[in-house]
């Protein structure tokens, strides 16, 4: 069999296979993730974002009523209620900043959270680099919005061109789905 002529890019490489740059991306990734891998990530990281969020809520109800820490036996009471300064906008403004904080902290840290780790998917910007802050941001507050319609801006990716959904495209980011590595014999 006659051997294949070189190209010009791999004599001067001496190479035989191509270099691919920083910002292709797609030479190490498969297709984006599907609907259900991602709702995966969601409720994966749900648990981790929950815990977070309970001892994040504690810290403040301690400080502000350190008596609902204390059993009352004389009664035998227990409170189930938050004090009113723990249910206002200023409560929930807390909380949704602790969010933004704890995904993008993770997605700048390396693109990934433990739950997009576990089903291997990676966040990108579209030029393959970390996602900024103010992606970051961007993505979390659509996100929510996404979820708050009945999870279409998720349902979207079927529909769409690039299998992107509207946290993606507001954001500018990509999600990349990561091929299991292969076992050495």
Same mark, same amino acid.
């Given at each position: 069999?006659?051997?294949?002529?070189?190209?010009?890019? #791999?004599?001067?490489?001496?190479? *035989? #296979?191509?270099?691919?740059?920083?910002?292709?991306? *797609? #030479?190490?990734?498969?297709?984006?993730?599907?609907?259900?891998?991602?709702?995966?990530?969601?409720?994966?990281?749900?648990? @981790? @974002?929950?815990?977070?969020?309970?001892?994040?809520? @504690?810290?403040?109800?301690?400080?502000?009523?350190?008596?609902?820490?204390?059993?009352?036996?004389?009664?035998?009471?227990?409170?189930?209620?938050?004090?009113?300064?723990?249910?206002?906008?200023?409560?929930?403004?807390?909380?949704?900043?602790?969010?933004?904080?704890?995904?993008?902290?993770?997605?700048? /840290?390396? $693109?990934?959270?433990?739950?997009?780790?576990?089903?291997?998917? /990676?966040?990108?910007?579209?030029? $393959?680099?970390?996602?900024?802050?103010?992606?970051?941001?961007?993505?979390?507050?659509?996100?929510?919005?996404?979820?708050?319609?009945?999870?279409?801006?998720?349902?979207?990716?079927?529909?769409?061109?690039?299998?992107?959904?509207?946290?993606?495209?507001?954001?500018?980011?990509?999600?990349?789905?990561?091929?299991?590595?292969?076992?050495?014999?």
């Amino acid at each position: 069999m006659p051997a294949k002529p070189k190209t010009p890019s #791999a004599e001067l490489n001496n190479d *035989s #296979a191509p270099k691919t740059s920083k910002n292709n991306s *797609s #030479a190490t990734h498969e297709a984006a993730p599907g609907v259900f891998r991602r709702i995966a990530v969601i409720v994966y990281d749900a648990f @981790l @974002l929950f815990a977070v969020l309970f001892v994040a809520t @504690l810290i403040p109800a301690f400080f502000l009523s350190p008596e609902s820490f204390v059993a009352n036996p004389a009664n035998n009471s227990v409170v189930h209620e938050l004090d009113i300064p723990l249910q206002g906008w200023l409560y929930r403004a807390y909380l949704v900043v602790l969010i933004i904080i704890f995904y993008g902290w993770f997605w700048r /840290k390396s $693109g990934q959270t433990l739950g997009m780790q576990a089903w291997r998917i /990676k966040l990108e910007s579209l030029s $393959g680099d970390k996602p900024s802050w103010t992606q970051c941001i961007i993505r979390v507050l659509i996100a929510g919005v996404s979820l708050a319609a009945g999870g279409l801006g998720y349902w979207w990716i079927w529909i769409d061109k690039d299998s992107r959904s509207w946290h993606d495209r507001a954001s500018n980011t990509v999600l990349r789905s990561i091929p299991k590595d292969k076992k050495k014999a």
